[in-house]
């Protein structure tokens, strides 16, 4: 079917666009995907939904611990639908700990990592301005009805619809956050790296998109509420920068609010670059290795064990 679609522009006027050039437009497209999705099923729960009368009033989300899974699972359908959008050119890391993981441990060129991480960082800006401009209306009429401290008119609350912060009981403190993103992130590049190792129990049919986006959505039910689960630097910081410049000030940047969290910018961003690593060597560690080693000694599956099935058993 894809070989019958001619070109919407002619090859020879973008032939850049076969190497990083469209690697990099890849990036940047399936990041966009996963912020207008992600970003836009907070704003539905916290602003829009409240703002709309389909809640019990115009500033109440969340009544509920089941009310997490909105978010939870939007997101990682978000995560999915990026993935099958962008997979097939740059292998839709759509994540700057996915991107250096992957440069760590599994020959990712390191050449490629700082485009990678520009076209992230950017396609998640450009996905938090398109989520401003269709949810506006309903985060500034929700922002003018909570009551409580406000930064430029604008609440944490409403920030949350585009970047993350510390819950409460940190008590500003700097490791719990930290630990948190690290944890969360490891899990991340762990689940991605066994769904995707075709030595492994590998997902076939086209479905590993859809199944790392449970594994995002599983991250959120288990690791969620400590700080809001970014798990990916260009998810925080693309958001982040452009709440900045629309008028959440300090809540973006350097992240501070009185009494509660400061300068908390850069643990979503350290914490998940360190913890991607982690989850890659982890994964190796106790896993890779041992297939490896039984790929070279082409040890045959004990009875019961799955086992990849061949062209022969389909």
């Known amino acids: ?12 006027r973008f032939r850049r666009r076969a190497g990083l050039w469209g690697e990099c437009l890849s990036e940047f497209l399936g990041t966009f995907v996963l912020i207008s999705f992600g970003c836009g099923v907070v704003a539905m729960a916290v602003a829009a939904l409240p703002g709309s009368g389909r809640t019990s009033g115009p500033t109440t989300f969340f009544l509920g ?9 939007g997101w990682g359908l978000a995560v999915a639908f ?12 759509i994540n700057p700990a996915v991107t250096l993981a992957f440069a760590v441990r599994r020959k990712f060129p390191w050449g490629k990592v700082l485009p990678y991480w520009v076209s992230q960082v950017a396609g998640a800006l450009a996905g938090a301005a398109l989520v401003l401009a269709v949810y506006h209306d309903a985060i500034d009429t929700f922002d003018a009805a909570m009551e409580g401290p406000k930064t430029g008119g604008h609440t944490l609350a409403s920030f949350s619809i585009f ?7 940190f008590h500003g403190g700097i490791w ?15 689940f991605v790296v066994a769904v995707i190792d075709l030595r ?3 997902v076939k049919a086209n479905l590993g998109p859809l199944v790392i986006g449970f594994v995002v959505a599983a991250i959120g039910m288990s690791y969620g509420a400590n700080a809001g689960y970014a798990i990916n630097p260009a998810r925080d910081f693309g958001p982040r920068l452009l709440t900045w ?11 501070s609010l009185s009494g509660a969290f400061s300068a908390y910018w850069w643990i979503p961003i350290v914490g998940p670059l360190v913890g991607g690593v982690i989850g890659v060597l982890v994964y190796d560690l106790f896993i890779g290795d041992v297939l490896h080693i039984r790929v070279q000694k082409a040890i045959p599956p004990e009875p019961g064990r799955t086992r990849p ?4 058993e389909e």
Do not use: C, R
Request: charged letters at 10%; hydrophobic letters at 50%; a negative charge.
């Open 163 to 169: 970047a993350t912060f510390p819950a409460p009981y």
């Open 245 to 255: 410049m629309a008028g959440w000030k300090d809540l973006a940047f350097p992240g």
């Open 176 to 190: 719990g956050p930290l630990i948190d993103q690290i944890v969360g992130t490891a899990f991340l590049v762990m």
């Open 200 to 202: 492994n129990t590998a």
């Open 65 to 73: 611990a089941g009310d997490w899974l909105l978010i939870t699972w």
């Open 82 to 93: 990026a993935i099958y959008v962008a997979g097939g050119v740059s292998g839709a890391h």
């Open 309 to 312: 099935t061949t062209s022969d």
């Open 1 to 12: 079917m894809a070989v019958e679609i001619p070109p919407l522009v002619k090859p020879s």
